[in-house]
């Protein structure tokens, strides 16, 4: 039996410039899943008002993270593929396809499918790179995922792995990740912030687990790090839009503790596994003026997991535990 793992993160625009950012940016925010509001008004709002003064605006944004490999996310995501290929090959997987798709933009899902219908392929792991679980991120990469095998006529036995946020070696990379830092930068922080992506509160206020995903991953960390309640903080950035999205957010935090004069802080963004624009432009940048302008001392990125050997180890045996488990979610 042949049998295919197809990662599935979020997506990038193909260049850092205003016309790619809109194109990129139009079908990201034109999701359902991403913005719940009536489409026709919604519509009107993100082109005739949203996308020109966004497309500008991010494609600076965009620039500043942008390197010669290209889109950060893209990069590490191919990289993570083909390591995730080389670990399979080590383990006498050759039964095993690996490859990823972009949930917005290139690869497209539908084209990665089609690849693995045309490889005839008969089983299908659907694996989104979010290791806790929200509509807005997952579900749709899933259910996308599922249209297009009906489009494509393609009937493979289909398995999904929805979160893993809990994870023992997940945690524990995360945890490494952090305390090699702590040894090349010669010592402990005042305070760990543990800075995830933020979602609407409403989608918490009907059922959506993500937020206690969050905070169950920063307690677990936490644990993992041996941390007094006192020396890390959880937090929710990305805010978009005027409606309350679940708290506290990260601008306030690092603004209060730059208030309080911390001496040292060390970020870290356990929600994304791979470094991207929110990770390397709005923390990274964006979070450190915040912090140093409102009085507070040094503040230090901790990198996402990327290419870590511990966490692609990790990925891989997920991926495997999904893939040849019946009914594994």
Known sequence: MSSAILLINLGTPTEPTPAA??????????????????????????????LPKRGKESAARY???????????????EK?????RGYLGERKRTDVMVDYAMRY?????????????????N????????????????????????????NLNFQPQLRTREHFYDAPGYIEALANSVREFR??????PDKLVMSFHGVPQYTIDRGEPYQQHCLQTGQ???????????????????????AKWIQPYTTDVLTELGKQKTSRIDVICPGFVSDCLETLEEI???GKQIFKEAGGGEFNYIPCLNERHDWLQTLTNLALDALDTPGKS
């Open 123 to 150: 089983r299908v792991l659907l694996l989104p790179l979010y290791p806790q679980y929200a509509r807005s991120s997952t579900a749709t990469a899933i259910d996308a995922a599922k249209a297009a095998l009906g």
């Open 220 to 242: 677990l960390l936490a644990a993992a790090l041996n941390l007094a309640e006192h020396e890390y903080q959880i937090c929710f950035q990305s805010r978009f839009g005027r």
């Open 63 to 77: 620039a500043a993270v942008w390197t010669k490999e290209g889109s950060p996310l893209r990069f590490h995501t």
């Open 80 to 84: 993570q593929m083909k390591l995730v």
């Open 21 to 50: 950012v809109r194109t990129y940016l139009k079908e990201f925010l034109s999701d359902p899943y991403v913005v719940e509001i009536p489409r026709l008004p919604w519509w009107i709002i993100l082109n005739c008002f949203i």
């Open 284 to 286: 990274a940048l964006e």
């Open 183 to 188: 040894t090349r930068s010669a010592g402990r």
């Open 105 to 121: 933009g290139e690869p497209s899902i539908k084209s990665q499918l089609s690849v693995f219908k045309e490889k005839n392929v």
